[in-house]
């Protein structure tokens, strides 16, 4: 069961002006970020998977002076994917991939700002993908395996519970398993089919409760990197309680208001310990490197 949705304290008060309500455009980041992380609507249409318009894009980073935080890492070029994890209330993430403290969100796809990239995504993982070393982008065969991982309604899994008996039958321990699951295709030409199997990816998910890893892995396509000062980016964040994270969450804000010219707030967001919890984002002013336009 999961809480209701509920936005108590000064943190998510409203400013009021002259007697009229106004809020900050980090407010209503922040507001829109909950909405969208209470938001567990099963397809966004018949053919349109949820993700599309709820549920909110993490992709982690480390501050590097070889490229912007929101243009590819090497591996990500190379394999023409872009990982992420995917946060909503039906989809329990305690923790980012490598202990992960700050990086940015992605403003979803059917309500992103108009002058910006429209992603897409090829494929979603219960757990950790392992596509550092998988081809088709990060989502088919893993180069670690003597096996050739294909997608799973390719052989045949199209359930939650397929996905999970076919992965427990893999051989090894479980932190070795995830090196060969398969991944659900999200590819939306598929006739809805990708609707239905993003949900059973959530499922599974809920299903392996945290084993082996808290979080989940979602491909996107690698963009042209040429319009990457397009990416629709919705926050640059910090994870609550990690060390640093603050402070590159400040780096890539200030980076990217030099570069692009654009500010795009910090919001803090607080991962739930178990499913009892829900996540929270917060924007606090005093958190920002560079201050909004009054």
């Not at 096996?147 to 799973?152: A, G, N, Y």
């Not at 999200?186 to 809920?206: I, V």
């Not at 892995?217 to 926050?235: H, K, L, Y």
Request: a negative charge; charged letters at 20%.
């Amino acid at each position: 069961m999961f809480k209701a949705l509920s936005i108590t304290g000064t943190l998510a008060a409203v400013a009021f002006n002259i007697g009229s309500v106004q809020a900050s455009e980090g407010e209503n980041t922040a507001r829109a970020m909950t909405r969208q992380y209470h938001d567990t609507r099963e397809s966004c249409g018949a053919q349109s998977p949820a993700f599309v318009c709820s549920g909110i894009f993490l992709r982690s980073t480390r501050p590097s002076p070889a490229y912007h935080s929101w243009e590819h890492s090497p591996n990500s070029k190379a394999k023409g994917g872009v990982a992420f994890s995917f946060l909503r209330a039906d989809a329990p993430i305690s923790s980012l991939a490598e202990d992960a403290r700050s990086g940015y969100s992605l403003a979803p796809v059917s309500n992103r700002p108009a002058d910006t990239l429209q992603y897409r995504v090829l494929c979603a993982f219960p757990t950790d993908g392992d596509s550092w070393t998988r081809d088709q982008g990060g989502c088919g065969d893993n180069q670690q395996t003597a096996q050739v991982e294909t997608f799973c309604h390719e052989q045949g899994i199209r359930s939650a519970e397929d996905w999970i008996v076919n992965y427990q039958r893999t051989p090894g321990n479980p932190a070795e398993r995830y090196f060969s699951q398969c991944a659900f295709d999200m590819h939306t030409s598929r006739d809805g089919a990708a609707a239905r199997e993003f949900m059973e990816n959530l499922k599974a998910m809920r299903l392996l409760n945290g084993e082996p890893f808290p979080w989940n892995e979602m491909v996107i396509q690698a963009w042209d990197e040429t319009q990457s000062n397009g990416v629709p980016i919705q926050s640059f964040f910090y994870i609550r309680g990690m060390p640093g994270g603050l402070e590159q969450a400040r780096y890539d804000q200030t980076d990217y208001h030099t570069t692009v010219g654009r500010i795009v707030p910090i919001i803090e967001i607080g991962l739930p310990r178990d499913e009892t919890q829900n996540a929270t984002f917060i924007y606090r002013s005093s958190d920002q490197a560079v201050s909004e336009p009054q």
